[in-house]
Structures are given as C-alpha cells and as structure tokens.
C-alpha cells in the first residue's frame, strides 16, 4: 500500500510556545517544494510553512520550533490592525479620516469637515458601519481609477477591455494579455500620485507585456512621479492592508 495512503491526514496548523505565548503555523504541502520553508506575511501578520509532499509533521514541528523567537519578532513587527468602525481613523488618499456616525437611518457616507478635522460620516447602525465604510472606499478608488484610465488612454490611444477591483494582497495592479486591468481597491487608501502611478503602470501594459527598458521608458514618459511612488509602496504599502 502506497505510503500516502497510510499517513493520517495533516493538520491545518501548527502551534509552537514562545515566552508564554501560543503562536499559530498554517501548514500548507506543495509538491513542487524542495525543503521546508517559513514565512511570515506582513500584510495579514499570517505564519505559513510549507512542506514537500515527503516530510514528517513532526519534522516540521520542531523546524518551526526552532524557529520560534524569528516568527515572534517577525509577528511583532506586523502593523495593528485598524478595523472600520466608529471613532477609527484611516487614510484616505493619503489624508486621514475619522469614522464618525451622525445617525442610524440609513443613508450614504460623506466626507465633511468637523471642527477643522476630516470626517466620514455614516448614517447606519454601528453593525454596518464596516461594510458601508469598505463600500464607499471601493467607489472612489474605481471613480479615481476610472478618471486617471481615461486620462492616459487618452495620450496612448488604447484603452483596457475591463477594468476590476479586487483586495488583493500581493499585487496592487496587474493587465492581463487581453488587455483587462485589476487595481487593489486600497489604492485609495495612499496618496493620489501612488494610484496614478499605477494606472499608468498597468497602461503601459497594453502596449508592453514586459518589464523591459522600453517599458519603463514609457512608464517614466507617462508618470514623471513614478520613482517617488515606486518608493512610497516601498515603504508604506504593507501598512495598507491593516485596515479593515
């Protein structure tokens, strides 16, 4: 009987101790692998190892054990998280905003200024404040998106086939070789120059499916900003995906 078939199924984690504390490994077997590896998201503050499709759990329990002061560090590391309720501040093109409920009824978000402070204001029960909040986000990056696409269509003569938002978490945008655009929604979360220097990223796109010379030329012609936002992402993406 072949192996597999006698190994009892994997668990879906790992727990190692650290000074107290219970730290929490995904575990994921990936055929292709070639030795186990460990990784920590700075996004999502998730600890991931992956294992070939021949190694012992218990191998892997004690690789990650011996790991464990490195995933600690790396968790501490990990921006607190900022959920989309009341009182929370967030960013919004770069500018930050203070989730503020001015009645129960239903109603839509507005951007206002209160006592010289930028404001959301909602008109909800509390329990729908995050959806409202994530919904109107995802209106102004695809009213933001859809402006700066004309503008550089206009100048490039071509345009995408579609254009998607999505919440992805290692891409902020990407074209596809039909010609389709998918932006992260949190783009709006950063400074306008960083939007707009990915739009015209992906623009480039249409016309060079690659990352050559000639490409970054027509990037740069494009965007003259595109250095400073290639550096703003550098430094502060990861901290978008800390909110909501």
């Known amino acids: 009987m072949p192996l597999a ?19 929490r490994i995904a575990l994921r077997r990936r055929p292709t692998a070639r030795r186990i590896t460990l ?33 600690a560090a790396r968790l501490a590391r990990v921006p607190t998280r900022v959920l989309f309720e009341l009182g929370a501040s967030l960013p919004l093109r770069g500018e930050p905003h203070r989730i503020s409920q001015r009645g129960t009824r239903s109603g839509p978000v507005r951007i206002e200024p209160v006592e010289g402070e930028a404001v959301l204001s909602v008109s909800c029960d509390a329990a729908h404040v995050a959806r409202r909040v994530r919904d109107f986000l995802a209106r102004e990056a695809k009213r ?82 595109t250095d400073a936002a290639e550096a ?8 978008l995906h800390r909110y909501g």
């Open 39 to 71: 990784r920590v998201s700075a996004a999502t503050g998730e600890a991931v190892i992956t294992l070939p499709s021949r190694t012992a759990i218990n191998t892997a329990q004690r690789f990650a054990a011996s790991h464990a002061e490195w995933i």
């Open 5 to 23: 078939l006698l190994r009892r199924p994997d668990p879906d984690h790992l727990e190692v101790q650290h000074e107290g504390a219970s730290l």
């Open 144 to 225: 933001d998106l859809t402006e700066a696409i004309e503008r550089y269509a206009a100048r490039l003569g071509q345009r995408p086939v579609r254009v998607t938002l999505r919440d992805t978490r290692s891409r902020w945008g990407s074209c596809t070789a039909r010609g389709e655009l998918n932006f992260s929604w949190r783009l709006i979360l950063a400074p306008p120059m960083v939007l707009d220097y990915l739009v015209a990223h992906e623009m480039a796109h249409l016309r060079e499916m690659n990352h050559s010379p000639r490409f970054w030329a027509l990037v740069q012609a494009l965007c003259p900003n």
């Open 232 to 239: 703003w992402l550098k430094r502060h993406g990861t901290g």
